[in-house]
């Protein structure tokens, strides 16, 4: 049964990098059938798609933070991860990994999820 | 960016309760049209994908419909299990965005 989880630190300071690794089990990463997500959920804006990598390294980024994210694929490891750079408090959010089928677009499975909290 | 919004926010309902919640697309979004199911402290889980098509394992009072720009989730009759916020997300062009969500609460 494929399985996500996601892992990396709970507190960011503002400024800095948020970073987070979503470990892959049950499957492949590298397949070409899906792409592979990272979406948050603040309070304030909702469920918010970040981006997307494949298999090959290609990625697929939010404009809406395009210029402060990094998304990347580890397929010896099995994982992929994201990089976002000059946090503020509104980056204080759960973050999800999930897979997303090519042809639906359907996400499925998630990660349970981290909290990341940006504060001093 | 396909803006989707949902109504109504949230309802109030009963044990056996019909109830529908629809999702609105701002431009033609074919069948991209996928819906899930939260509870508190859980991720999102997949419900319906492609406006109608019932995830595996799910339970069949769920059932979605729609085109282009208008969609529909019905649970035919509630369970408590199924007092939770619903999203719809569209899936036809990046970014893929989410509605806000729909709480069904208990009556």
Redesign the interface.
Known sequence: QLQLQESGPGLVKPSETLSLTCTVSGDSINSNSYHWDWIRQSPGKGLEWIGSVYYSGSTDYNPSLKSRVTIFVDTVKNQFSLNLRSVTAADTAVYYCARRGILTGRLDPWGHGTLVIVSS | ?IQMTQSPSSLSASVGDRVTITCRATENIIT?L?W?QQTPG?????LI??ASSL?GGDPSRFSGSGSGTDFTLTISSLQVEDFATY?C?Q??S?????G??TTVEMK
Do not use: H, M, R, W
């Open positions: 960016d991209y996928n899930y859980k991720a999102p889980k997949l994908y492609e995830q999203y997300q899936s036809y990046s970014p893929f965005t989410f806000q969500g």
